[in-house]
Each structure stands twice: as structure tokens, then as C-alpha cells.
């Protein structure tokens, strides 16, 4: 946690472990999984009354890291640029906790981990998740804090889904939320281009059926699917203006090599993800997104909207989850006559926006939880 007036500065990842015994999570798939743990790392301070908290949600790849360093790292966490003194998520004024997801692999139970079962990493033993599964494991980190309701819930892209889930499940411990670059579920081109994720792991013969963790990653699959998703992230313009059709090495080689900046690029990309990611979490968290539904009248439960105000963005270049989406969000949350507002910011970054449009956002989200926080007495929620 930060002092007041002070940048975020070294922060370190904190475990939550629950489902324990004779407790385990259940998921609904049908099935349990205990024990599980579950990562975070918080920002800023809970105030007396713990109102003025705020959970972030990651995107895919992503993890609990949302702000200032570890230590011994020069890279900030992935929303740094938003979070702390004088940001759009001011930690002066707000306890900001950001929830790595379960099924990934960045400190949290996935399929990576050890079962205790078979004293082996789980691989496809691991049982399938959804966001709804997320988000009942953070909903375990929030009662561990204390917190009764959250002042907000946001995120970008699969950050966002885990958002609406939030006034989905639990209506009534949320008082705002800000869904980014999402949607109310998959279509059926963003359902293929996972699938085609899927499959580039898979067919690589050292994936193993998902048991390759005494022999190393099946980088060659995992790569392809991490080059896949980078050409999805951005827009036609963002790679026009980033690469065009510049030369690596100023001629062709007239060989299969990377000739072209926007080549090279994608290789650099896939070969660092292999090191960082598990690719048998790709697989989960990809599935999760696909089974992703809140729509027709499942995006709120009853006399939500009397309780929960909404900050809708979308961006107008982004072609993997396209502002229309966006669209569906309002036209769903209007329909039960909900408090909402929406933004299609005019970014040419893609899909990437939500983490490169600062200023943009900040004028957005600032004002917004501003009127949140002190328009709305706590009292008037039930859990």
C-alpha cells in the first residue's frame, strides 16, 4: 500500500488460499477445485468506513501486477500509467486491489499447478472455468479484506467481462462499474479466432495433451497463438503507422526469414510470451471468454440498476471487440432504465487503447467515480 502523496513506488504480490478441506470452490462446470490460490496486490488505503474501494480486472495475459514496481523490475504493472496520486484511479482517494484470475498462471491456481491429488501439475486435469468462476474467487478475496461493497469494478477486454459479471452475480455490492473494450459475450469470429489460438497450441507435438511440464513449454504453438492475438490487438493504421512496409535489414533476403519490421515484430512478441505464459492457460482462459453470455436480461439481477451506475468505452478502431459491442452493453442496461454513460473514444491504437489511452480515459473515469464515491451513501446497499 502507498502513502498519501507518494508514488506507488516497490509493491510486492499478496496470496489469498481458500477452499480448503471440506470447503473447495465450487464451479459451474459442476465440478470443485480445492485448494485455491488466489493472487493480488492493493494500492492506496481502505478508509474508515471501507467505502472507497475499487477492483481491477485484467485482460487476458495479464496479472495481479496493475501498478508501480517489483522489486528488482524496471517495468511498472500494466495499468500503472492510471493508478496512483493525482490518476484516474487516485490512490489519495481510493483502495485499489487488482485480482489475477484463477486458471492462469501468474500465482494463481491454474493448470500448472500442483494437485494435490496426483502430486503432479494439474494439465487438463484442471477442470473448466468461467468468468463466473473468476469472479466467485475474488468475491472470496473481497469478503477476506472486509469490504461489504465496492465502490467499482472495472477492466479492459476480458477485464471488462469479469466487470459485468460483477453486477451480474452481485448486484448489490457494487456501486458503479466500467466495462472497456468488451462485451455482453463472444461473437462467433471472436469464438474462431480462439479457437485457432487453441488449435495452434495443440497441434504442436510438444504440447503432450497438456502434459509437457517435465519436458518444457510447447513454444512453437504457443508462439503462433501470441503472434495471432498481436495482430488482433491492433488496427490497420496502428501497424501502418508503427511499421508500414519497412525492411528489416533495408532489402528482401529472398529466403523465409523475417524481411519485414511488422515480421519481426510478431516473432519478438511470440518468442517472449512463451516464457512468461503457460500455455495450457491459454487454453482456459480463452474458453472461459468463449463461454461468456450476459446477454438477454442477464447482465443485471433484480433492482440492480437501482443500485449500480455504469461508465461504458469503446474505441473506434478496434476491430476485436468492436464499439457495436459496446453498443449492446448500453442498449441492454438502458432497457432496464439503468444510470449509464457511454464513450467511443476516437483512438487509432485498436484493441490496445484501453492500455494506451490515458488521457482520454482519465478524463472519463476521474469525474465519474468522483460523483460515485460522493453521491451515494453506502447504507443505501444491502449485501
Given at each position: ?5 507518494h508514488?506507488i ?18 464451479l ?5 477445485l480445492g485448494p485455491v490460490?488466489l493472487a493480488y496486490e492493493?494500492y492506496?488505503h481502505l478508509?474508515e ?6 477492483l481491477?480486472?485484467h485482460a487476458?495475459s495479464a496479472d495481479?501486477?496493475?501498478?508501480g514496481?517489483?522489486?528488482g523490475?524496471?517495468?511498472p504493472?500494466w495499468w500503472?500509467?492510471?493508478?496512483g496520486?493525482?490518476?484516474?484511479f ?13 486458471g492462469?498462471c501468474k500465482?494463481s ?5 500442483l ?6 501439475p494439474y494439465g487438463l486435469?484442471f ?6 468462476d473468476?469472479v466467485?474467487?475474488q ?5 477476506f ?12 477486454s476480458m477485464?471488462?467481462?469479469?466487470a ?6 452481485y448486484p448489490g455490492?457494487?456501486?458503479?462499474v466500467?466495462?472497456i473494450?468488451?462485451?455482453?459475450k463472444n461473437s462467433?469470429q471472436q469464438i474462431?479466432f480462439n479457437?485457432?489460438?487453441?488449435q495452434?497450441?495443440?497441434a504442436?507435438?510438444?504440447?503432450r495433451?497438456g502434459?509437457?511440464?517435465d ?6 504453438g ?6 495471432l492475438?498481436?495482430?488482433t ?5 496502428s501497424m ?6 519497412r ?5 528482401y533476403?529472398?529466403?523465409?526469414g ?8 510478431l516473432?519478438y512478441?511470440g518468442?517472449n ?6 500455455a495450457n492457460?491459454?487454453?482456459?482462459v ?6 461468456f453470455d ?9 433492482n440492480?440498476?437501482e443500485?449500480i ?6 474505441f ?5 471487440y468492436?464499439?457495436y ?7 441492454e442496461?438502458?432497457?432496464?432504465a439503468c ?5 467511443e ?6 484493441h490496445?487503447a484501453f492500455l494506451l489511452?490515458?488521457k482520454?480515459q482519465t478524463n472519463l473515469?476521474r469525474p465519474?467515480?468522483d460523483?460515485?464515491?460522493?453521491g451515494y451513501e453506502?447504507?443505501?446497499?444491502a449485501?
Open positions: 500500500m502507498t502513502k498519501k502523496g508514488p513506488g516497490v509493491v510486492e504480490t499478496q496470496y489469498l488460499t481458500f477452499a480448503e478441506g471440506t470447503d473447495p470452490l465450487r459451474e462446470s459442476g465440478q470443485t490460490r492493493t492506496g478508509n468506513d471501507r467505502s472507497n474501494a475499487i481491477v480486472l487476458l495481479a501486477h496493475a501498478a514496481h517489483h522489486k523490475s524496471r517495468d504493472g500503472d500509467a492510471l493508478i496520486p493525482g490518476k484516474a487516485d490512490t489519495d482517494l481510493y483502495f485499489i486491489i487488482c485480482s489475477n484470475v484463477i492462469g500465482g491456481t491454474g493448470p500448472s499447478s494437485n494435490l491429488k496426483t502430486g503432479k486435469a477442470p473448466i472455468i468461467t468468468i463466473g473468476m466467485e474467487a468475491r472470496r478475496l473481497i469478503d479484506l472486509g469490504i461489504d461493497h465496492l465502490l467499482c469494478v472495472v477492466g479492459g477485464g471488462g467481462m469479469q459485468l459479471q460483477w453486477s451480474a452475480s455490492r457494487v456501486r458503479s466500467i466495462p473494450a468488451t462485451a455482453l462467433p474462431a479457437e485457432v489460438v487453441r495452434s497450441i495443440m504442436d507435438p510438444t504440447w495433451e502434459n509437457y511440464y519436458y518444457g513449454q510447447p513454444e512453437k504457443l508462439a503462433i497463438a501470441r503472434m492475438g498481436h495482430i490487438f491492433m488496427s490497420d493504421q501502418e503507422e508503427k511499421f508500414s512496409r525492411l528489416k535489414n533495408g532489402n533476403s529472398f529466403k523465409f523475417a524481411d519485414f519490421e511488422v515480421e519481426s515484430y516473432r512478441r518468442d510470451f512463451v516464457k512468461r505464459f503457460d492457460s491459454y487454453l482456459y480463452t474458453k472461459a471468454l468463449d463461454y450476459v446477454s438477454n436480461g442477464r447482465l443485471i439481477g433484480a440492480g440498476c443500485r451506475r455504469f461508465l461504458v468505452i469503446s473506434k478502431s478496434d476491430w476485436l468492436p464499439p459491442q459496446s453498443q449492446e452493453i448500453v442498449k442496461l438502458k432497457r432496464k444510470d449509464v454513460t457511454y464513450c473514444i476516437a483512438s487509432t491504437y485498436g490496445d489511452e490515458v482520454e473515469i465519474f467515480l460523483k460515485t464515491f460522493h453506502v447504507a443505501e446497499y449485501i
